[in-house]
């Protein structure tokens, strides 16, 4: 699986972070601020809108395609156009456009890949069996190079769609029509065939050659995959793919006690899915065996990286307590380099994590948006940690994003920083610059509530691959208490099986 993140530049970043405000975004109205809290520091809201612009100023208006990088932007990475989806209501939210211009931008992006040219041809189109390329040309839309036909990247642009369906809901011609475009785009995904008759998900096809062997299974970012491909309305797969999906789990715990938890050493695999799904009481038959959920785990997850960071088993200068964060980004460059006497292997982009754990490597490159991403479990010791983060990655050479904040910062001692400063120095794209704290963790405390508690039964499908059923308050039609704890997910009820379960489960 590191061999793919080595070469492409999707799962880069925990994107955990731009849904601030999550709730009052849904609910299409500015966030309250409640009266007592202690107020966030003007560096997160700074950090937020920053985020916010990058999508809507990179964004090309007339197809709402996103580039994957900045400021050369050659290609559009459909993840990124998925990312660009769920801000925009964010930005209605904050006061940072209207409502009308959000819903334009949404619209033509939604239009775009409604009409965008399928077919198994290896150019002239832009996706194939409902599924989309990894990069897009910006201006035409068609497939860039001989890039793969990515099942994550689809859905993450996927969830984007939903997320705007919830969101964009009003009696208005135009928010009826992204409701519907972006259920017929979901609902065209042909699951199966990603299956290829195997017992997980393909990574990917390309024309000529085939699906990419490596699949969607074992502790990843790839959860989000199989549980879209669970709950299509048209395309479902067989619930025996959560088995598959869990199979190589025994390979992937670590730890004992309070610390023992699934491991996937990048942090973005921990936290891409939760940037739509809040899995909070959601447990299959490994996390309720294990006496945790999945957002418990990952809380686990950011504690091990940050004791990883003071461990510093690779002696780098420079992690300590404050500063940690190993994730997927770009570094310094693909070398061998001389550090204290030994030679040491460096990358320039490349998945990163600690190196006792899966797909673990580390080349002394701390990525700036782990901290920010992981703050809903981390919040009280959060603030402090990342401002001082933030000065110690100031200082000495680092990558900057279009908005000259420091993003990536390699701590490989003084003479490697010299000599690596000037590739470190890059264009740096919408994984490097997502690092927006979640405020409110109720990324899908929207109007499902409403949804649910007309009827929340969970799919038999669902049920099966879970291997649990609906809790007697949500299955006789009664709203989940207490409210904070209800509905956790934005695409919970509408969306078919897999995304309903999330209601059955709760607490489960």
Known sequence: MIDRR??????????????????????????????????????????????????????????????????NPAFCSIAAVGFALTA????????????????????????????????????????????????????????????????????????????????????????????????????????????RGAAAISMGWHPGQGFIARSWDGYNEGMMVNLLALGSPTHPVAANIWDAWCAPYPQCWRGSGDTRRLAFAPMFGHQYSQMWIDFRGIRDAAMRAAGLDYFENSRRETWAQRSYA????????????????????????????????????????????????????????IARPPQSARLPSRRKSWFPQRWRCMRAMARGCMATTAFTTPSTRVFAGATSRCSLASSTRRAVGFRAIISVSIKDRSLARSRMRRRISSGARCDARARSAWGCSAPASLADGSPHKPAGERAAWTLTRRYGRSLSLAAGLRGG
């Open 6 to 71: 080595c070469f492409s530049a999707t799962a880069l970043l925990a994107v955990g972070g731009l849904a601030a405000d999550r709730a009052a975004a849904l609910a299409g109205r500015r966030p309250k601020r409640t009266t007592g809290a202690t107020p966030l520091p003007a560096l997160l809201d700074d950090l937020e809108h920053r985020t916010f612009r990058w999508f809507w100023d990179t964004g090309n208006p007339a197809n709402g395609l996103v580039p994957d990088s900045w400021p």
């Open 310 to 365: 003071i461990r510093n088993p690779m002696g780098w200068d420079g992690y300590s307590r404050d500063v940690w964060g190993l994730t997927a980004c770009v570094g310094p460059a693909d070398v061998e380099h001389d550090f204290k006497g030994t030679q040491r292997s460096f990358r320039s982009y490349s998945a990163r994590g600690p190196i006792d754990e899966p797909d673990g490597y580390d080349d002394g490159t």
């Open 88 to 195: 925009y209501p964010i930005g209605v939210a904050r006061g940072w456009i209207s409502r009308s211009a959000a819903r334009a931008r949404t619209l033509a992006t939604l239009r775009f890949f409604d009409r965008a040219p399928q077919g198994p041809a290896a150019d002239g189109v832009t996706g194939h069996q409902g599924f989309f390329y990894h990069f897009l040309h910006m201006d035409s839309g068609l497939r860039y190079g001989d890039v793969e036909l990515s099942s994550v990247d689809s859905t993450m642009l996927f969830l984007g769609m939903l997320f705007a369906a919830e969101y964009f809901d009003q009696d208005h011609p135009d928010e009826r029509e992204i409701g519907r475009l972006a259920r017929t785009i979901y609902a065209r995904a042909d699951w199966e065939w990603f299956r």
